[in-house]
């Protein structure tokens, strides 16, 4: 269960569920975290580095994409509509 604020819940691997833009539904998708930094790799296999920017919240600084995860941790939407699920 991931606590508010917990950040290091994110890492893992993950697949695009909905509005799969880089690739098709099913694809995988991957989070790496290095202390506060991200390294997120979408279900097209395009990379971007990302950061925390709040509860809740993290922005994948190179595609411009906010990313926005539930409290416990195994949902991501996108600000572009896409849905990641923990696998």
Known sequence: ????GDQSTL???WVCTYHCPAGSVGNA??????????RLTNE???VSSGRFEG???FI????GLRGYFTS???????????VWKRR
């Open 55 to 57: 509860e809740g919240t």
């Open 1 to 4: 269960t991931v606590q508010c």
């Open 72 to 82: 416990r941790g195994d949902i991501i939407r996108w600000s572009n509509g896409s």
């Open 11 to 13: 890492a893992g691997e």
């Open 44 to 46: 097209g296999g395009d």
């Open 29 to 38: 998708a991957r989070i790496v975290q290095t202390g506060s930094s991200l």
């Open 60 to 63: 994948a600084t190179d595609w």
